[in-house]
């Protein structure tokens, strides 16, 4: 070869080595006046230079790499978003840097979402992340029922599992089902106490229409978009209810992101009616506990006793978007509910709810409950601010 052009193919290396090191810096500011630990940071991909977003590192200051994930957020088959874990102090600016390389991994030990469809058990869909895990029911429960099946249920409630570890119990639980032990048990990992019914449990949704709800039936199907380790997304879809002569269906999202205790749902209703009203509910139950709520920061909570321990629950609007509370109460104990009240936008609402379970430890009182969900609701409103420097 001749002398020339070996030089050349080197020089080519090295400038392809050197692009390939460059390094990006991510700045991500705390504006707000109170600390967020495990903030989970979203970066838009459109702004990463990097050419191969799957063959990169994050690294803090001190050249710690830092874990993260990469979210295909319409399922199209390309990343659309970054997001790691970051502890900001009140005012505090960091600095992270984007390089090519090989990704960290994160311990599933301490910190990890997941959800999935559960075929084996009627079609339920769970989700969890290291501190608490939900379900709802689908479409098998419900044919079940139809059927004449007791077995089954029609209910749009979302059922919580109380869990007291870090790590994931999911199939686990539904593994222990099915060798015939229960998950309605604890075995030193939780359990599942937690009745719904036709409630809607923790969160679950009702459009209102002149005093009464109208609820969706159990979903019909589903969609994984994200499955952790960070954060897991998933689309539950529900069949087409009667609202004023109309048929309206709904699309909810999940996010359920780590050390957490609240899920993100985003609602779109599809129909041709403009809906005023939506109501989303905690379940009551013999309504032996305490409710409360703020109509500034936009929430509502109920703290209740639960066996041998208890449970608080929230509802999580959002600043100046909360219409209205309400109780609603009838003698069966599935219809039992506490209501936040919002008004969609376009026929689309945001919301956040969850529970803390004081067995788990996290949680010691209501006052600690109601702590929590002052700061999720500053937090929520005033994320970070996130920027790729100059």
Known sequence: MNRNITILAGILAILAILACSKSQIIEVTNNENFDRPG?????????????DVNNLILKDKNDNTIPFQLIDLDNDGTHDQLIFQADLKAGEIIEVYC???????????TSITYCRYVPERMGDFAWE?????????GPECQRVFEEGNPAGLISSGIDCWLKR?????????????????????????????????????CGGTAIRNNGSYILSTNFYEWEVIANGPIRSIFEL???????????????????????????KCEITFEGD???????IGLTLHNNLGITSGNDIEG??????????SEIGMGILIG?????????????????????????????????FAGFGWKKSGDFVSIGDWETYLENQSRRIGHPPAVKFAD
């Open 39 to 51: 903030e989970v940071i979203e970066v838009n991909l459109n702004g990463i230079e990097l050419q």
């Open 99 to 109: 390089e090519s390389g090989k990704p960290a991994r994160i311990d599933s030990a």
């Open 129 to 137: 992340n290291d501190r608490v895990a939900f379900r709802m029911y």
């Open 165 to 201: 570890v870090p790590y994931p119990i999911i199939n686990k639980w539904y593994k222990k089902e099915s060798n015939g032990g229960s998950y309605h048990q604890d075995d030193g990992e939780g359990l599942d106490n937690f009745t719904v019914g036709k409630s809607r449990g």
């Open 237 to 263: 879809r529900f069949k087409p209810v009667e609202f004023n002569g109309k048929l309206i269906g709904e699309t909810k999202r999940f996010t359920m992101d780590a050390g957490s205790n609240l899920y």
């Open 273 to 279: 009616a403009n809906i005023d009203t939506v109501g």
């Open 299 to 308: 929430w509502i909570s109920y703290w209740e006793p639960l066996d041998d």
């Open 319 to 351: 600043k100046d978007k909360k219409e209205d509370s309400a109780m609603f109460l009838k003698t069966d104990n599935d219809q039992e509910n506490y209501w936040l009240l919002v008004s969609p936008e376009g026929n689309q609402l945001t919301y």
